[in-house]
Each structure stands twice: as C-alpha cells, then as structure tokens.
C-alpha cells in the first residue's frame, strides 16, 4: 500500500417516498348534551354509559370521541343557568347512514331524559387516516 486510505463505496438503498393517504371530504358533527332534566335531578354516569352503550357505539362502532364540558346560558328574564354537558364528536361520511342514526341518538336523548334539545353542529372537514 502506498499510505493512501482505502475507500469503501457504501450504497444506501433509495427509499420510495411513503404516499400519504388521501384527503377525505367528510363531515363533522358534535352533539352537546346537558345532563341536568328539567325537574332538577342530574342524568348519572351509569345513565349516561347505558345510553351510550345502547344508542351511541352500534351506530358508531368504528369509534367517537366524547369531551365533558359546562355549558352557560341565560334564557330571557331568567338568571344565568350553568349545566354540565357531554360533548360528542363524530367524523363521518356525509350520507343517509349516518344521518339517520344522528336523528336517533338526538330523539333517544331527548326521550330518555327528558330533554327540550340537543345541541347539533355540523361542519365539512377533510379527514387523512
């Protein structure tokens, strides 16, 4: 050898960039419910689990989100009213399906507990799994 260092040639394999999966156009929806009925005593956990196992996760099963929230108004001439809230967040495809089962669950609650409303807000959104 003449002093010179050997070189090594080391090959890195090129990657093929990883393709993202495509945006969806889906719709948002969230559900305020109030867990207060009109004569005062509070819907409970276990009210709201039941409800939930029976009306919300089979229409649901691929999965929800819920938030526990408080919730503020002041109807005219009355004073401020405070109410704890469940809050459920659900991602979907917009078609009958789903609106179909969202008018159930409303209609459950409503119902079930004696509900005047459930709050329903529905925004489009582009969702990437």
């Known amino acids: 050898m003449n002093g010179a260092s050997p070189v090594f040639a080391l090959e890195s394999p090129v990657k093929a960039p990883v393709k993202a999966a495509p945006m969806l156009k889906w719709q948002q929806t969230e559900l305020f419910f109030g867990l207060s009925r009109p004569n005062g005593t509070k819907i409970t956990r276990k009210d709201w689990e039941k409800f939930a196992t029976k009306e919300i996760a089979p229409r649901f099963s691929s999965g929800f989100t819920l938030v526990n ?7 005219k001439g009355e004073p401020v009213a405070h109410e704890n809230t469940k809050i459920l967040l659900l991602l979907h495809p917009q078609n009958e399906y789903y609106e179909r089962a969202i008018t159930k669950i409303i209609a459950a609650y ?4 004696s509900q005047q409303s459930v709050l329903r807000v529905d925004s489009d959104v582009r969702v990437q799994f």
């Open 69 to 75: 929230g408080v919730g503020q108004w002041q109807m």
């Open 110 to 113: 409503k119902s079930r507990f």
